[in-house]
């Protein structure tokens, strides 16, 4: 092995220049490789997932248009109330389409907030979630108040603890069962209380952490994917419980502003809902279905095959490239060698060893490589939302050695095919 | 020592086979000197190659103090690393080398005292201790093959093999080298020398004649 190296090393000394700009390449190579890797299985794990969790299935958002006369002149009608949770009713009770109650447009100031500075941070513009009120401190948590049957109409998983059972949406405000988002695991524990500001629009008195969500898990309101990683989510009451005169308007609203979800298309999904309001009793326009988010996700879909394909086919290139560059290079470097080689073998050096060193520079060009391709996506991976995931490591780590492995043997057959005795007496 | 039994080298062309060597058996005895001898592409460099094991022999045996060699590329590398010391005409030196490196080429860790020191035995005993710091291309011929020679010997093999070694040199270098051979046989090393000069083979203690490729003629 010494004379291995020893000799090895001369040679490389002898092209430092050219071994280098060899490693740059190759390195660059494998970094792109395992850098397309990373981003196509990334991109890949969440369409999958996507299409796994949202195909067949159209979703759409139902939103009020109650801030007009129209509206008005509805909201102080006297049997508004009513008529609300009769267009409620029929919509948790459709066979056409299935409803679901995603609240998401508020949010609860919480006292002596536990989390981290992370978690502390606004969702949507990183700004600061505290604010001040009385001389006690509040952070700000996005609040989802949501259907019994979101964890399974939207697969949503708990990491820790269990989602809500039937008793949670019979509440009175006195403790409601919350659970939370990934990011807040490790700040609160289940069982935990959570006191929240005592103005809060539903009239809480204290929330008991029930759970934890499992990490990316999220709800497709029909217009955009929302990561509940730092949702706090809330039972939203019972239609019955909500109807007697616990029932805040805020209560209602978010009741009526919830997801349809369903294998149809919008115009057949409007005219049933219109049908369901004019049987509630509820003037047309006041309630609408916004668009779908399926054509988004053909485009999406298009996006990722297309994107895939790119990446595909630069790292095929690019590995094809250098493994045609380097077998080259090794292929010269025996024919220029031949005699030197042929000497080393008088010098009694075994054929194994002559293999050794041909392979030498192979070898180190592709280990180095890969071991700095590795450290580099490892590192920018750290300050990304990327992953490097092991299993791609290998997976790289074994197209190598099979690409290493097929340079070593084709280049070693090229020296066996040498007539060393030959070689030997070139001058 | 060394005994070769029928050894047979052929070779495929376009033309058709043809053996370099034709079912040759000879018998080479320990710490004797012999020279091969014969015309240019008579087999006598093939020959002296299938002996180092640089070149596979087709068929034949290769009997080595009286065990059998094995013909795999394996057991010729161990066969020439331990037994063989390899000299040719052209000296076969490695250019970007100096003296002191090509000598210590075989060497498993040339870079300890005791290599150094061993390098620095023969290259006095040779007369290029002032060379040592040297590259072939600034020495004379009779120089690169005296470290040749030296290179050969570092290992302190059983035979030394000679292909051509004074081809290359001139009348009085080459009676320097064959001094060399000569003192080195003394000393009780075998030593096989290829030649085509009859000079040059007079000087060893037996002479064997190879023409196409088979013995034609010995002398003891």
Known sequence: ?427 | MLELKNITKEYNTDSGSFKAVDNVSLTIEKGSMTALIGKSGSGKSTLLNIISGLTKPTSGEIVFCGKKLGLSQRAMSDFRYEHIGFVVQNFALVNQKTAFDNIALPLKNSRSKKSAKKIEEISKRLGIYDKLSQYPYNMSGGECQRVAIARALINEPDIILADEPTGALDSKTSAEIMDLFKALNSHGRTVIIVTHDKDIASQCGRIIEISDGRISGREQ
């Open chain 1, 1 to 427: 092995m010494n004379r291995i190296i020893r000799e090895s090393k001369w040679i490389l000394g002898r092209s430092k220049l050219f071994t280098l700009l060899l490693f740059i390449l190759v390195n660059s190579a494998l970094t792109v490789t395992i850098f397309s890797r990373v981003v196509s299985s990334e991109i890949s794990a969440d369409a999958d997932d996507y299409k796994k969790r949202n195909e067949d299935n159209c979703y759409y958002r139902l939103l009020d248009d109650l801030e007009g006369e129209d509206g008005n002149s509805f909201e102080r009608s006297a049997q508004c109330k009513n008529k609300q949770f009769r267009f409620l009713a029929e919509l948790q009770d459709s066979k056409d389409l299935e409803y679901y109650i995603c609240g998401d447009n508020s949010s609860v100031g919480i006292v002596d907030f536990k989390g981290n500075e992370k978690t502390k941070r606004n969702y949507e513009n990183g700004g600061s979630s505290e604010y001040v009120f009385d001389n006690i401190t509040y952070t700000e948590v996005k609040t989802m108040f949501v259907s019994k049957n979101v964890s399974d109409g939207f697969d949503v998983k708990m990491s820790s603890g269990e989602w809500f059972d039937s008793n949670d949406y019979d509440y009175n405000n006195e403790t409601v069962s919350c659970i939370l988002g990934n990011e807040y695991e490790g700040s609160y524990k289940i069982g935990d209380l959570i006191k929240p500001d005592d103005n809060n629009e539903f009239n809480i008195k204290q929330l008991r952490v029930r759970g934890f969500l499992k990490e990316d898990s999220y709800i497709n309101n029909g217009t955009q994917i929302k990561l509940l990683n730092r949702y706090m989510l809330i039972p939203s009451r019972d239609i019955a419980v909500s109807q007697q005169s616990r029932a805040s308007n805020a209560d209602r609203y978010i009741k009526l502003t919830g997801i349809i979800k369903t294998e149809r298309p919008v115009n057949e999904i409007n005219d049933i809902v219109k049908q369901y309001m004019k049987s509630a009793g509820i003037p047309d326009g006041l309630y609408y279905v916004e668009s779908s988010t399926n054509n988004n996700l053909k485009m999406f879909n298009m996006d990722i095959a297309r994107i895939n394909e790119l990446l595909g086919i630069i790292t095929v290139f690019l590995n094809i490239f250098c493994f045609f560059l380097v077998l080259t290079v090794t292929i010269l470097f025996i024919n220029r060698n031949t005699k030197y080689f042929a000497t080393l073998s008088i010098c009694g050096f075994r054929r194994s060893e002559i293999y050794g060193m041909i392979c030498f520079t192979p070898i180190v060009l592709y280990s180095l490589g890969y071991i700095i391709s590795v450290i580099v996506n490892a590192v920018y991976a750290m300050f990304t939302e990327l992953s490097l995931r092991i299993r791609d490591v290998l997976l790289i780590l074994a197209e190598e050695a099979a690409v290493l492995g097929v340079v070593c043997i084709v280049c070693v057959l090229v020296f066996r095919s040498k007539d060393l005795a030959v070689s030997l007496r070139r001058r």
